[in-house]
């Protein structure tokens, strides 16, 4: 009797389990899903059910140049933003987990301070400095909507994900692996490239995979900083929607989503970012 | 290798001393081991050595060389971690050959000497293996192999045995001992492990609250121990408790006369091992001392037992006596007679205050 109720139980538990996980992945996947369907419709007007397939809209964001030219300057941004944002937050990262001094907690806030604030609210300040910085130069500085004040603004947001990973990576690392490496008659220098970068690479790279992502995505932010002429490819869908809604809308953002998945699967197969994130 | 000269060796951190006046003279070819309980300065001084503290005064020789400020890296001494830190991105070649290749060793007499060293160590076959594929035994004789491969003036081991089991550590140890003694390898070994110590040592050195108490070989510490400290932790000792009214009169707190050999009179400890007390039921012949008392308490350690005899209400001896057969065994309650040489007590100056474990206190 109790056996069979336990049977029961357990049946019944792991049909739940099941169910919800389910549920989850299907909340998660039917966006994109959808997304990656529509784009594939024959017909203009995104409606049910569909009078046919055909890669027509493709061939419509290829030519369409604001698609292009968006494309370009995101991924141009993202990989800048990314690369200076690795110059400045590793070493921040080391610094952070390595010394003891004082202000450290707050400087550790402040490196993760672009990830709490909306983007609208950092795009904001930094349109509204960038307004007082040229002011006060006299106009010798002109950064508004320049592509400087939008990479600045970028590297901003790629920074918290590449100080947050590195941080949880070194946290990790054992450090008398170094004091071996000294012992064995390398310099500080030699020991950070052969020893300890190896060592948190995990969360190098992850960190870098999360701020690109981050920056490549970025819409608030950037609608403040981008300048005539110059816009990314979330600002052109974003101008693009607002007059018309067809299927090359999911179409551009299927290949965004390729991006991105592939640049995870690549990623993944030098470093497991599960192990990291 | 070479001879290594430690002198007057200090680390300060505010006011308090982690090492202080640190003198120690390691002979070229000579297996030194830094003794005692965790926080007495042994890992420090280890650590002064490999360059990874800076001293706060004093100085380390290595061969010729004054090598007090220089930096690890460029000290040539081979150290075994504790937790044997091998590179975990790195194989078992590649982690051996690293400080060939930090000292640009050409490719092909690296390759052969990393072959050689993990040879030495038994390890041969397992070059192209990452160290997680390894056992714990076979990760510590990799470290081993990488600390020797380059021709270390010092090999210095921190605690190298502590986190093997009991049965490989019996074999490690002499394994160790056996390549430091062909190899003639000027060694400094860390351990609280007093069996480890004594086992592996040519001399041993004691440490207690970052002071050097006691250099000296096995036989020196056991039988002429410098102090207190040293005859409670080198080998066991039960403490008897009073003054000395001559050199050559001690009078315990319960007031018995013990014949010693002593130095200037005044409030004093005598410290007896267990094994030199002697134990029968009739008065014994041939002792120097010899009191009456009533077994108290006896452990049954197998091979060994160990009685507790109190000698008057403030004194009490620890006798440890072998378990024969036909022998006597006395059992608690039992009135026997205690007896020992005055060679075999070792008489300290000055009140116990820090007493020993088993100085047990007067009923």
């Known amino acids: 009797m109790t056996g069979l109720m336990g049977f029961d139980r357990r049946v019944i538990g792991r049909w739940a389990l099941t169910t919800a996980a389910a549920l989850t992945m299907l909340y998660i996947l039917l966006p994109l899903i959808s997304v990656i369907w529509l784009s594939f419709y024959r017909q203009e007007i995104p409606s049910f059910p569909p009078e046919g397939y055909s890669l027509h809209w493709y061939g419509v964001i290829a030519g369409n140049q604001r698609f292009v030219d968006g494309l370009l300057l995101s991924v141009q941004l993202g990989v800048s933003a990314t690369a200076i944002g690795l110059a400045v937050g590793v070493p921040a990262a080391l610094c952070l987990s390595r010394f003891r001094f004082p202000g450290r907690e707050a400087l550790n806030n402040v490196l993760l301070l672009p990830l709490m604030v909306p983007g609208v609210v950092l795009g904001t300040a930094l349109y509204v400095f960038h307004v007082e910085a040229e002011i006060a130069t006299g106009g010798n500085l002109p950064i508004i909507g320049s592509t400087l004040g939008l990479l600045s603004g970028h590297v901003l947001v790629v920074i918290p994900w590449i100080v947050r990973l590195v941080l949880a990576s070194l946290a990790g690392f054992d450090r008398t692996l170094e004091e071996a490496a000294m012992n064995l008659g390398a310099d500080r220098w030699t020991t950070f490239r052969r020893i300890t970068m190896p060592g948190i690479l995990p969360g190098v790279v992850a960190g870098a995979m999360f701020g690109f992502v981050a920056s490549f995505g970025n819409l608030e932010m950037s609608l403040f900083l981008v300048g005539p002429g110059r816009t990314t490819l979330p600002i052109a869908i974003l101008q693009y929607l607002e007059w018309k809604i067809d299927p090359s809308i999911a179409a551009v953002s299927v290949v965004q989503i390729v991006l991105i998945g592939a640049a995870m699967l690549i990623t993944d197969r030098f470093v497991k970012i599960s192990r990291v994130v | ?363």
């Not at chain 2, 971690?81 to 000292?103: C, D, I, K, W």
């Not at chain 2, 040592?201 to 006691?214: F, H, I, N, P």
């Not at chain 2, 410290?271 to 134990?279: D, I, K, N, S, T």
């Not at chain 2, 001896?317 to 020992?340: L, T």
């Open chain 2, 1 to 363: 290798m070479a001879r290594l000269q430690l002198n007057q060796l200090s680390k300060r951190y505010g006011d308090f001393f982690a090492a202080s006046d640190v003198t120690l003279d390691v002979a070229d070819g000579e297996f030194l081991v830094l003794l005692g309980p965790s926080g007495c300065g042994k890992t420090t001084t280890l650590r002064m050595i490999a360059g990874f503290i800076e001293p706060t005064s004093g100085m380390v020789r290595l061969g010729d060389n004054d090598v007090t400020r220089l930096p690890a890296w460029k000290r040539n001494t081979g150290l075994v971690f504790q937790s044997y830190a091998l590179f975990p991105h790195l194989t078992v070649n590649q982690n051996v050959a690293f400080g060939l290749e930090m000292r640009k060793t050409p490719k092909a007499e690296a390759d052969k000497r990393v072959a050689e060293a993990l040879e030495l160590v038994r390890l041969g076959h397992l070059g192209d293996r990452l160290p997680r594929q390894l056992s714990g035994g076979q990760q510590q004789r990799v470290a081993l192999a990488r600390a020797l491969v380059f021709r270390p003036d010092v090999l210095l081991l921190d605690e190298p045995l502590s986190n093997l089991d009991a049965k490989l550590r019996q074999e490690v140890r002499v394994e160790i001992r056996r390549l430091q003694q062909a190899l003639s390898l000027t060694t400094v070994m860390v351990t609280h492990d007093q069996e480890e110590a004594l086992t592996m040592a040519d001399r041993l050195v004691v440490m207690s609250e970052g002071k050097v108490r006691q250099v000296g070989t096995q036989r020196d510490l056991y039988e002429r121990p410098a102090d207190r400290f040293v005859a409670g932790f080198v080998g066991r000792s039960s403490f008897l408790e009073g003054s000395l009214e001559t050199p050559d009169r001690f009078r315990t707190r319960g007031g018995l006369a013990v014949a010693c050999r002593g130095t200037t009179p005044g409030p004093a400890g005598m410290a007896l091992r267990p094994e030199r007390v002697m134990v029968a039921p009739e008065p014994l012949a041939g002792a120097d001392n010899d009191f009456p008392g009533e077994v108290e308490f006896v452990s049954y350690l197998g091979g060994l037992i160990d009685l507790h005899i109190r000698l008057s209400p403030a004194d009490l001896v620890i006798a440890q006596i072998p378990n024969r057969e036909e022998g006597f065994m006395p059992k608690a309650g039992d009135r026997v007679h205690v007896g020992w040489t005055v060679a075999s007590a070792s008489v300290f100056p000055g009140a116990g205050e820090d007493a020993d474990p088993t100085d047990l206190p007067p009923a």
